[in-house]
T-cell receptor
Framework: KAGVTQTPRYLIKTRGQQVTLSCSPI?????VSWYQQTPGQGLQFLFE???????NKGNFPGRFSGRQFSNSRSEMNVSTLELGDSALYLC?????????????FGPGTRLTVT | GQSLEQPSEVTAVEGAIVQINCTYQ??????LSWYQQHDGGAPTFLSY????GLEETGRFSSFLSRSDSYGYLLLQELQMKDSASYFC???????????FGKGTKLSVKP
């Protein structure tokens, strides 16, 4: 079974621009969660989607948004990029979200904002 | 709020045993998970403890004491490939949300 895939793997953007990242979950997984990983803050939850609906959102500004498609693929968008948005963005899938103790992570998208 | 504390770095030699501790403060508790992440790689699930006691998976074991809000990951017969960061995590109250500790960087020396 193929794992979680994320595209692109690396991205360089300029302050003020916007970016869209993509995540394809494991086949059959309907829950997709997004995380931001930085050296200072560690892994922080952004939001979670299940059956095309955002069920939960972490403590991030409204510039961070996402969506999920009927095939469970998910995208996240960051508008008006700031230098502090430079991070590794990880998506993770699970069958139903639920107690979510076991999630399967993709390799991440390394975003650099200059 | 919810927080998890774990040591930032641990060093051990090949073949040895190492224990990585994790203490947590959570409002509501749904179990403790452990993840491994190699440099440049994705976090991968190692183990989960929903109840008190020891869970063993090959060279790795994980322990939980809910009364002490404490758990640990035990790695035996350390190999160079075990050099990685290890994160403890708890499911948040909201669905699909994992709350992670800051991670413990394990360096295995020859």
């Amino acid at each position: 079974k193929a794992g979680v895939t994320q595209t692109p793997r690396y991205l360089i953007k300029t302050r003020g621009q916007q970016v869209t990242l993509s995540c394809s979950p494991i086949s059959g997984h309907r829950s997709v969660s997004w995380y931001q990983q930085t050296p200072g803050q560690g892994l922080q939850f952004l939001f979670e989607y299940f059956s095309e609906t955002q069920r939960n959102k972490g403590n991030f500004p409204g510039r961070f948004s996402g969506r999920q498609f009927s095939n469970s693929r998910s995208e996240m968008n960051v508008s008006t990029l700031e230098l502090g948005d430079s991070a590794l963005y990880l998506c993770a899938s699970s069958l139903s979200g639920g107690s979510s103790y076991e999630q399967y992570f993709g390799p991440g998208t390394r975003l650099t904002v200059t | 709020g919810q927080s998890l504390e774990q040591p930032s770095e641990v060093t051990a030699v090949e073949g040895a045993i190492v224990q990585i501790n994790c203490t947590y403060q959570t409002s509501g508790f749904y179990g403790l998970s452990w993840y491994q992440q190699h440099d440049g790689g994705a976090p991968t699930f190692l183990s989960y403890n929903g109840l008190d006691g020891l869970e063993e998976t090959g060279r790795f074991s994980s322990f939980l004491s809910r009364s002490d809000s404490y758990g640990y990951l035990l790695l035996q017969e350390l190999q160079m490939k075990d050099s990685a960061s290890y994160f403890c995590a708890v499911p948040g109250r909201s669905q699909g949300n994992l709350i992670f500790g800051k991670g413990t960087k394990l360096s295995v020396k020859p």
